[in-house]
């Protein structure tokens, strides 16, 4: 089994910052891709960013200059560094990665945190 655990959402003001991080455990062989995922309230969950084990990433325009993705191989843990927030990125925010284990190749979701942007 895989499982994901989140921390570091909370409530900040608009232009604040946060940081999440997410660390996967396990039996795991290696980990491919991890990243981020939001949803909103009446909305569809969304791409945030994701970073190959190789260090490639991938941002969704919204976030693009504001956000920051990167990842410990060696924890199997990933951060998402949340730079002049707004209020638009309220959501709760859901870690990702897919891993191979003993028992085959799974993609796994977080529990999700939540990330509140107001004054």
């Known amino acids: 089994q895989v499982q994901l655990v989140e921390s570091g959402g909370g409530l900040v003001q608009p232009g604040g910052s946060l940081r999440l991080s997410c660390a996967a455990s396990?039996?795991?062989?290696?980990?491919?891709?991890m990243g981020w995922y939001r949803q909103a309230p009446g909305k569809e969950r969304e791409l945030v960013a994701v970073?190959?084990?190789?260090?490639?990433?991938n941002y969704a325009d919204s976030v693009k200059g504001r956000f920051t993705i990167s990842r410990d191989n060696a924890k199997n843990t990933v951060y998402l560094q949340m730079n002049s927030l707004k209020p638009e990125d309220t959501a709760v925010y859901y870690c990702?990665?897919?891993?191979?284990?003993?028992?085959?190749?799974?993609?796994?979701w977080g529990q999700g945190t939540l990330v509140t942007v107001s004054s």
């Open positions: 990702y990665a897919e891993a191979l284990t003993p028992d085959g190749y799974f993609k796994r």
């Open positions: 396990g039996s795991i062989f290696s980990i491919n891709t």
């Open positions: 970073i190959t084990a190789g260090g490639s990433t």
